[in-house]
């Protein structure tokens, strides 16, 4: 088994990632905070070359919920990009964008769901909305390619216009499905 | 500022708020972020001010969101006072704010060795963990320790004048002082110092 059929990532040909990296600028986004996940590894790419981007790589996802915070008391937009897993590790640190009224947008590739091959990503993954909208959030899925750039512009937009959490998620069906010859 | 403004508590440590006030006193256009529970009462016994950002939450957020601040206004200091239990929760983001090197950014930990909102708990620094080595070991490579009113001047000169990031640990007296509580509704702590930075174009991003 190749190391790579582990994770899930899109084919390289999809160029949604790049549509994303494209809305980023658009929206003036100017930090980036992630644990990597391969459905985001070509938009992360992309978000390094830039220059105009600071990228922060943490050490668990919640860190970027505070940072997020930070970023926009200085005047300063970000983004978190995350898995669905680590959605699971936001949720306490939510309370600090609702409490305070601030924008936090954050774009979830989905595991645990069409095609999944690890047992550890179901229960998170299967809970990832709900858990999501249990801590305020406004989310919305995007499980086809044409999809997934409107969606991720909206969640933006409505991160913010009406300062709150907001969250993507991208399905797992159209980040590549893993049969893992089963 | 003289050494007569550093206190010693009973326990013959540094007594908390005469140190947060020595850091704090004529501080410029320095942001500051208080951690969950005591430092955030103390930065508002020092002098609330709209360029204070007290947490009521967030437990473990503080560091990274001096981080994201930091980032955002690399031209303006910026100190987050926070207990020792808040910075275990988040101890992670000391390898996270040693990979980005922010020269604006200081940490400083009031170590009373307790969790003082909950009832004087230990923490994990009352058993000996290290915070200023965790965060020497990470990659931040000012990071002291501070036990003397000397040497909390020198803490507050190299907060000003130095090149970050810089992280404290301040061994304190673990008395628990008279609330001074900031406004409670953070949406009012978020905006008004947005504008102490940005002005009223902050209200129309």
Known sequence: ?182 | MSLDAIELGKSGRLERRSVVRALLAERGDMLAIGGLGAPAWDITAAGDSPLNLPLWGGMGGAAMMGLGLALAQPSRRVLVITGDGEMLMGIGSLATIATKQPRNLSVVVLDNEHYGETGMQETATRHGVDLAGMARAAGITDARRVDKPDEVLALRDAIRGGAGPLFAQVKIDDASLPLVLPPREASILQARMREAILGPAAHLQ
């Open chain 1, 1 to 182: 088994m190749q190391r790579d059929t582990l994770e899930s990532a899109p084919d390289a040909a999809a160029d949604w990632p790049d549509q994303i990296y494209d809305l980023l600028k658009q929206h003036g986004i100017r930090q980036v905070a992630l644990v990597p996940d391969a459905g985001h590894a070509r938009l992360i790419r992309r978000c390094l070359a830039d220059n105009d981007m600071q990228v922060v790589t943490l050490t668990t996802e919640e860190e970027g919920i505070a940072m997020l915070f930070g970023a926009w008391l200085g005047g300063e937009k970000g983004v978190l990009l995350m898995q669905s897993s680590g959605v699971g590790n936001c949720i306490n640190m939510l309370s600090v964008p609702i409490a305070h009224r601030t924008p936090c947008p954050m774009i979830v590739t989905m595991r645990g769901e069409f095609g999944e091959f690890n047992p550890f990503q179901v229960p998170m993954g299967n809970a990832t909305g709900a858990v999501l909208e249990a801590m305020g959030t406004l989310v919305k899925r995007a499980d086809t390619p044409a999809d997934i750039a409107p969606t991720v512009d909206a969640t933006l937009r409505l991160a913010f216009n009406t300062f709150r959490p907001t969250a993507t998620l991208i399905g797992q069906r159209v980040i590549g499905a893993k049969t893992f010859g089963k």
